[in-house]
């Protein structure tokens, strides 16, 4: 099973930036499959956020991130990372990431019992 430990949250004041980084907990081929990051708010669905394939081509974003979140990948040091810029108060989020996605479809499909600690996001004043 594909497992994930998240780092880089914190609390940032609305417009700040954070940069989350994403890297494998279990043994797997990591450059095999396309990584996304997901967030959950407290008594909200988790929801996709960017997705990324395998090679580090394709990235998708939802709507109210486009723009201002960038997805990356390193296939050598099997990290990926969100850069988050302009954030919200909306943004935040317990944050994870995952292989439960796909970029040219730009589909999500999260699965929260498949979830590590994720990384806490809080963007507020």
């Known amino acids: 099973q594909l497992r994930f430990v998240e780092s880089g949250g914190g609390l940032v004041q609305p417009g700040g930036s954070l940069l989350l980084s994403c890297a494998p907990a279990?043994?797997?081929?990591?450059?095999?499959?396309?990584i996304g990051w997901f967030r959950q708010a407290p008594g909200k669905d988790p929801e996709g956020v960017a997705c990324i394939d395998n090679s580090g081509v394709i990235e998708a974003y939802r709507s109210s991130v486009r723009g201002r979140f960038t997805i990356s990948r390193d296939n050598v040091r099997n990290t990926v990372g969100l850069l988050m810029t302009n954030l919200k108060p909306e943004d935040s989020g317990t944050y994870h990431c995952?292989?439960?996605?796909?970029?040219?479809?730009?589909?999500?499909?999260?699965?929260?019992?498949?979830w590590g600690q994720g990384t806490h996001v809080t963007v507020s004043l």
């Open positions: 995952a292989s439960e996605c796909s970029p040219s479809s730009e589909t999500w499909y999260p699965d929260p019992r498949n």
């Open positions: 279990s043994d797997f081929t990591f450059d095999y499959y396309p």
